[in-house]
């Protein structure tokens, strides 16, 4: 699956859009939010206004939690690197992806045997395996398994050519698999978009798989979605293998290299 410029493009204006009125746009939402908890309280539930008032506060906190998730969509423009172990990391967040499945879906998690260090920003990716755990369960009304696992690959010119916008070189890949609803081609076209869902009014926002996105690519990184109607969805996340940076040789006349102390 391939991305393209348009959509980067669309990501970055959303963000500067976000990030501009978000911030203030809240500030209105919570003057309705507490005029309204003052009417609320000068009404009788028996009377005919209140009911409309209760609908104007509700809309008014769900305008709220969207903005919410706009002003966070807007905030992975900063991203705080560090050397991590993804199987640490998973682990950490295990009882937390737990939780969000629910009852009804099988979590199971499977790492690969020393996994190579990656560079990443902790709460960014965390938040990545989090809106794919979310949106797995959401495909699983009736229950299910989710699979997340981790393994060391190293993408060689013929696995390059499967993922497209991967350089051959070494990376620790991350799966994300459920047997859910699986998707439509046309779906999968634009599950990366922002604002693109297919989820019913005030359940989905269509920001959290561009916010995967822009965080995974801004890491280096890529991820990909395979999905079969019916038989469930798999995504693939590719991060880079960390390596220590050498000292830059020095080499002498001869083209012999120089050790310096
Ligand atoms: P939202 O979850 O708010 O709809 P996302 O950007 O996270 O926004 O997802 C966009 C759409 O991609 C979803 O509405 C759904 O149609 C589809 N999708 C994402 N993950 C899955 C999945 N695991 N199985 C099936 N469909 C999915």
Redesign the pocket.
């Known amino acids: 699956l391939e991305a393209t410029m348009a959509q980067s493009q669309k990501m970055q204006a959303v963000g500067q859009l976000a990030g501009g009125i978000a911030h203030d746009f809240n500030n209105v939402l919570t003057a309705i939010i507490m005029s309204s908890d003052l009417l609320l309280t000068n009404h009788r539930a028996s009377d005919p206004s209140f009911a409309d008032i209760m609908n104007i506060k509700q809309n008014a906190n769900r305008a709220a939690s969207l903005v919410r998730q706009l002003l966070a969509f807007s905030r992975r423009q900063t991203l705080r690197p560090e050397i991590l172990n993804l199987t640490d990391v998973i682990a950490d967040v295990r009882m937390l992806l737990t939780r969000l499945a629910g009852t009804q879906v099988n979590l199971k998690i499977e790492h690969g045997r020393d996994l190579w260090p990656v560079r990443a920003d902790l709460g960014q990716f965390e938040q990545v395996v989090v ?2 755990t ?3 369960r ?2 699983m009304p009736e229950g299910g398994d989710l699979i997340i696992r981790t393994r060391n690959m190293n993408v060689d010119e013929n696995a390059a050519l499967t993922y497209r916008d991967l350089v051959p070189g070494d990376y620790v890949l991350v799966e994300v698999a ?1 047997t ?4 439509t081609p046309e ?1 999968i076209a634009k ?1 990366f978009e922002p604002f ?4 019913e009014v005030g359940k ?7 916010m995967v996105y822009g965080i995974i690519k801004q890491t280096g990184g890529s991820i990909h979605a395979e ?1 079969e109607l019916g038989k469930g ?1 798999t ?1 693939r996340i590719f991060l880079p293998r960390f390596v220590e940076e050498k000292q830059p040789q020095v080499l002498n006349a001869d083209g012999e290299a120089v050790v310096t102390e």
């Open positions: 809106n794919l979310v949106n797995a959401d495909a459920d859910g609803t699986g998707m779906v599950i693109f869902t297919t989820k989905g926002t269509g920001l959290g798989l561009s999905s969805t995504f």
